[in-house]
């Protein structure tokens, strides 16, 4: 079984519309949890960090939830720009990060 | 500030060679980070480098080695390439050597093995 798993979608999105997605981990002990963005042939960027109280960054929030073992990103009203897919990280036991091979989003016209 | 920049861009190697990658992390960085990414799959962790010590490796055979030298630059080394290590070979950096602290990408060294 794989340390993080994603929906590899691609999740196809009207631009506007909301869309949200999860990511499962395997390591309870993981403390650290973040969600990096990857643009078509380009580096990853974080996209930001999930804290355990849930955080939102304007159109952006990210959600933990311990007991199930996942995290969530949800974009409100997408744009264009937002196409891209989203690596899912988690900070192992040792303190390195584990990336999901990601979940493509395409916001259409 | 200059970023995470890796040389070179693109690398064309036969089954069997050596092939030697390079990074220079943002400056005041003292960790380093080795990932591959091959076509379709996630970015899978390689090689941590932090004050000139391997601190960690990740699930790759031995003839994927670096170092990591006093001005915090780092070597990647792949011997006896094999077809299948053609990806695109990511570093990044980070302020210290904590999963929490952000990690810097550079724009990567794609290689490929014919």
């Known amino acids: 079984r794989k340390e993080v798993e994603q929906d590899p979608g691609p999740f196809n999105v009207p631009e506007g519309a909301t869309v949200a997605f999860n990511c499962t981990y395997s390591n309870s002990a993981s403390q650290s949890f973040f969600w990096y963005r990857q643009d078509c042939r380009k580096e990853p960027k974080l996209l930001m960090s999930v804290y355990s109280s849930g955080n939102e960054d304007g159109r952006f929030t990210a959600q933990l939830n311990r007991a199930s073992q996942y995290i969530s990103l949800l974009i409100r009203d997408s744009k264009l720009s937002d196409s891209a897919t989203y690596l899912c990280?988690?900070?192992?036991?040792?303190?390195?990060?584990?990336f999901g091979a990601g979940t493509q989003v395409v916001v259409t016209p | 500030e200059a970023g995470v920049t890796q040389s070179p861009t693109h690398l064309i190697k036969t089954r069997g060679q050596q092939v030697t990658l390079r990074c220079s992390p943002i400056?005041?960085?003292?960790?380093v980070y080795w990932y591959q990414q091959a076509l379709g799959l996630g970015l899978q962790f390689l090689l941590w480098y932090d004050e000139g010590e391997e601190r960690n490796r990740g699930n790759f055979p031995p003839r994927f080695s670096g170092r990591q030298f006093p001005n915090y630059s780092s070597e990647l080394n792949v011997n006896a390439l094999e077809l299948e290590d053609s990806a695109l070979y990511l570093c990044a950096s980070s302020l210290r050597g904590r999963g929490w602290d952000e990690q810097f990408f550079g724009p990567g060294t794609r290689l490929t093995v014919l």
């Open positions: 400056s005041g960085h003292t960790s």
């Open positions: 990280v988690v900070e192992d036991s040792w303190g390195k990060l584990q």
